[in-house]
């Protein structure tokens, strides 16, 4: 039975996955590689729900008993008594394998260890550890506590054991709907999320209509929640762009070749919700402005 949970990296993926564990009753211990960077991911999450007492979502109580199970660190020793271990850094290769081979010496061998990407193959990561059986990937969407869906990534090494027991995690201790996807650049749901985000951006360049417009027309002719400029700057441009170039690198196709527009915006700097600009502007609590 897994109660203790890891999550490395508090960005917006990790802020998510932290709280919505958290709030599923589990222990986590979260990991970032600075004091400041660590400070501000909690902040982010007390942020959060906060926004869900004003919506009467959450009680102040029930804020008090999430941050209560969310134990923060700077060191990778703290999860030696982890069951499970999810990773959610940026999406750079090397990185991560670097995540997984520290995670190797420290966890005991029967942990599974899982990583968030949306891109990256798991083989490769799982050949940074001893146990490349263990490893598998935990594709959860953003946002988080809202979308039941994740998307359990089996790698060639991956055992029937290890995703036996995320799929009884994933459906029976955290309740959301999980689907097996074989290791694929994109997987299901990033492959066809950028590709629709890319020609909106071609749709943009080419002057048919405007962000607001795009948007508008999606999120009423289709029902999207949020239209592809601002799932865009939620997800951060500069992962949609990883995304993008990791998928036009594998596949070699020329529909997976990321729009000017979105290289411009992140060489401007321009990332989304994370730094309040990128197709729109949103305040320090990532709402629209």
Excluded at 11 to 18: E, F, K, L, V
Excluded at 147 to 157: Q, S, T, Y
Excluded at 265 to 287: E, P, Q
Aim: negative net charge; glycine residues 8%; proline residues 2%.
């Amino acid at each position: 039975m897994i109660k203790k949970v890891g999550v490395i990296g508090l960005g917006t993926m990790g802020q998510g996955i932290s709280e919505m564990l958290a709030a599923k009753g589990l222990d986590v211990v979260v990991i970032e590689r600075t004091n400041e960077r660590l400070s501000y991911g909690m902040s982010m999450v007390e942020i959060n729900l906060d926004k869900q007492i004003e919506k009467w979502a959450l009680t102040g109580t029930e804020k008090k008993l999430i941050l209560s199970r969310i134990h923060a660190a700077i060191t990778y020793e703290e999860l030696a008594s982890c069951e499970l271990v999810i990773e959610t850094i940026s999406e750079d290769l090397e990185a991560k394998k670097e995540v997984f081979r520290r995670l190797d010496d420290i966890c005991k061998e029967n942990t599974i260890l899982a990583s968030n990407t949306s891109t990256l193959s798991l083989t490769e990561l799982a050949s940074a550890t001893r146990f490349p059986q263990r490893v598998i990937g935990l594709h959860f969407i953003y946002p988080v506590s809202k979308i039941d869906l994740v998307e359990i990534v089996r790698g060639l090494k991956t055992s029937d054991d290890t995703f036996a027991q995320t799929k009884y995690f994933v459906e029976e201790i955290i309740h959301k709907n999980g689907i097996m996807v074989f290791e694929s650049p994109g997987f299901v749901t990033t492959r066809l999320i950028c590709l629709l985000i890319n020609e909106a951006l071609h749709v943009l360049e080419e002057g048919v209509a405007s962000a607001e417009d795009i948007d508008n027309a999606m999120r009423t002719g289709y029902s999207f929640q949020h239209g592809p400029f601002e799932m865009a700057d939620r997800f951060g441009l500069d992962s949609v762009l990883a995304a993008m170039e990791n998928m036009f690198r594998e596949y070699g196709e020329l529909k997976y070749r990321p729009s000017i527009v979105l290289k411009k915006m992140v060489r401007a700097g321009h990332l989304g919700v994370k730094t309040g600009y990128g197709f729109f502007h949103y305040d320090k609590d990532g709402d629209r402005i």
